[in-house]
C-alpha cells in the first residue's frame, strides 16, 4: 500500500508539474491567489501535509498554508536535496522535519520546464502520521534510506538511527538541517542468543522478540516488524517443569533406563503443540485487521487476483469496489484516534452486516480504506451495491466536525470486468482506484462506476439526487 500510495504522488508531483497554473505562477504571469487555491484543493483531495512550489533560488513563492500565520512563504529551502535534484531535471523523494512545521514527512519533487531551462520546483510532503494510518505494525517501525525511524509503533522510537544507519554519521549541521536536530539518538536493540537463533530486546528490561526487515518502495524504505518470544517461552516452560516431574515419578519407580527416551519425547510433543498453536493464533493475525475484524490486505490480495483470474479463464464478472472515510484525517484531528478507531469499527460492522448476506467480501486494505469483493453480475448490480455502501454508512449518523450537523460519509469507486480483454489486476485496481478519486472531485459522499475494458469510458456517475 506504501508503495502504491508513493508511486501515485510521484506521478501527480511529475504531472502538476506541467499545470498552466504552476507554470504561469513560476514564469510570473499568472495570478498567485489562484494558483495558492489550487494547490489547497490537491492538499485536500490528497491528504498531503504541504504542496508548494519553489523558484528557481530555492525560495517558497506559493503554498497550501499560505493562509497561516505561520507559512513557507519566503522561506528558502535551496539546501534541500529534494531542490537540487529537481533543477537538475530528476523527480526526487526525501524525507526530513519541516524547517517551519516541524513535522517530518516525505517531499516529492518535479522540475516545472520552461521555454528556456527550468522556472522552478512542484514539491508535495506526505507527512508520517497519513503515512502511519496505511500500515500496520502492532510492533515495530519503518525507516528511511538513511536508518532513521519515521514511523513506529512507540513515539520514543521516533527520530532514531538503527544499529548501522548512515544517519549516524552526520554532522551536527547536516543532521540540523535535514531532521532539524543537531544528533540523533540509537534506536534500543540489543541481541541475545535464544536455542541457536537470533533474537532482540527492544528495551533494557524487555522481553525476547524475533524481527523481521524487509525493504519496500523506490524511495528505500526498510520496515521492521517483531514478536515477542514471551508467550511460547511461558508455556514451553510450564509444560517441560510438568513433564520433568512425571520423569521424576519414573526414575523413583525403577524406570531409569527409559527416563531420558520418556523426557525427550514427551518434551518434543508438547512443544510441537504450543508451536502449532502459536501458528494457529498468528496464521488468524495474518489474515484479518485487529481494529476492525475484517480481512486484511494480504488476503485481499491472494482472494482479488484468484477471483480475477478465474474471470479472465472462465468469462465470470469481477467487481470490484474502493472506499474510504471523507475528511477522515479531520476527524482524527478533532476528536483523537481512539474517537477515529471507532468509526472504523462502527463503518467496518454495519458494511460487512448488509454486504454478507449477498455473499460479498468485504477487506480493510489500510487506515480509513476499504475494498469489496462483489458478486454483482452486472453493472446494475454494481451500481446497487455501491450505493448500499454510501446509504448505510450515512444513515448511521455518525458525527464528523466539520459542523454541527455534518456526519461520517464515505467515497467510492467500481469497476465491472468481464473476461473479454488482457487487462491485469494490478490495470483494474488501479481504474477502481481512479473512479475513487473521481467520486472525491465531485464533491465526497458519492459514487464513480469505471468504464469496464470491453467499452469507451463512460462518465463518471455519482449519487442520485
Known amino acids: 500500500m506504501t508503495e502504491f500510495k508513493f508511486d501515485t504522488i510521484r506521478k501527480l508531483t511529475a504531472l502538476l508539474a506541467t499545470d498552466s497554473r504552476i507554470v504561469a505562477a513560476l514564469k510570473g504571469e499568472g495570478d498567485l491567489a489562484e494558483c495558492t487555491r489550487y494547490l489547497q484543493s490537491v492538499g485536500d483531495t490528497l491528504r498531503l501535509h504541504r504542496a508548494f512550489l519553489l523558484d528557481t533560488k530555492g525560495i517558497c513563492v506559493a503554498s497550501n498554508d499560505a493562509n497561516l500565520a505561520n507559512n ?23 524525507f526530513v522535519v519541516g524547517r517551519v512545521s516541524t513535522i517530518p514527512g516525505f517531499h516529492f519533487s518535479a522540475p516545472v520546464k520552461g521555454p528556456d531551462g527550468y522556472l522552478g520546483v512542484v514539491v508535495l510532503k506526505l507527512d508520517t502520521d497519513t503515512l502511519a494510518q496505511q500500515l500496520y505494525l502492532p510492533t515495530g517501525f519503518v525507516t528511511d534510506s538513511a536508518g532513521v525511524v519515521v514511523v513506529s509503533d512507540t513515539p520514543e522510537n521516533m527520530l532514531r538511527v538503527v544499529p548501522g544507519g548512515s544517519a549516524a554519521l552526520l554532522d551536527p549541521l547536516q543532521c540540523r538541517l535535514r531532521y532539524q536536530r543537531e544528533r540523533l539518538d540509537s534506536v534500543y536493540l540489543s541481541e541475545v542468543p535464544m536455542d541457536r537463533h537470533k533474537a532482540w530486546l527492544l528495551r533494557p528490561d524487555g522481553k525476547p522478540h ?45 524406570f531409569a533406563v527409559m527416563i531420558g527416551t520418556a523426557v525427550n519425547l514427551l518434551r518434543d510433543r508438547y512443544l510441537r503443540g504450543a508451536l502449532e498453536k502459536l501458528n494457529d493464533t498468528l496464521r488468524v493475525q495474518a489474515q484479518h485487521d485487529s481494529l476492525t475484524g475484517l480481512l486484511n490486505r494480504r488476503m485481499f490480495d491472494e482472494m482479488a487476483e484468484a477471483w480475477f483470474a478465474q474471470t479472465l479463464r472462465l468469462g465470470v464478472p469481477f467487481s470490484l469496489v474502493l472506499f474510504d472515510i471523507d475528511h477522515f484525517k479531520r476527524l482524527n484531528d478533532a476528536f483523537g484516534h481512539q474517537a477515529g478507531d471507532n468509526v472504523l ?21 489500510g487506515g480509513e480504506e476499504f475494498a469489496v469483493l462483489a458478486s454483482a453480475a452486472n453493472e446494475t448490480q454494481l451500481r446497487l451495491v455501491m450505493e448500499l455502501i454510501r446509504k448505510t454508512v450515512e444513515e448511521r449518523r455518525l458525527q464528523h466536525p466539520d459542523s454541527a450537523g455534518a456526519v461520517v460519509t464515505v467515497s467510492l469507486g467500481g469497476l465491472l470486468v468481464r473476461g473479454c480483454c488482457d487487462m491485469t489486476f494490478t490495470e483494474a485496481f488501479r481504474k477502481s482506484d481512479e473512479a475513487l478519486y473521481n467520486a472525491k472531485a465531485r464533491g465526497r459522499n458519492c459514487w464513480v462506476l469505471s468504464d469496464d475494458c470491453c467499452q469507451p469510458a463512460a462518465p463518471a456517475k455519482s449519487r442520485p439526487a
Do not use: W
Not at 228 to 252: D, K, Q
Not at 346 to 361: F, H, K, M, P, T
Open 72 to 94: 513557507l512563504l519566503g522561506v528558502n529551502l535551496s539546501d534541500r536535496e529534494y531542490f537540487i535534484r529537481a533543477m537538475r531535471g530528476e523527480s526526487a523523494a526525501q
Open 210 to 254: 524475533l524481527c523481521k526487515s524487509t525493504s519496500i518502495g523506490k524511495e528505500g524504505l526498510s520496515v521492521y516488524g517483531f514478536e515477542s518470544l514471551a508467550p511460547l517461552l511461558s508455556e514451553t516452560a510450564e509444560s517441560f517443569m510438568v513433564h520433568l516431574f512425571t520423569a521424576f515419578v519414573f526414575l523413583i519407580m525403577g
Open 345 to 365: 469499527r462502527e463503518i467496518a460492522a454495519c458494511v460487512q452486516n448488509v454486504l454478507s448476506r449477498q455473499g460479498d467480501r468485504v477487506f480493510r486494505i
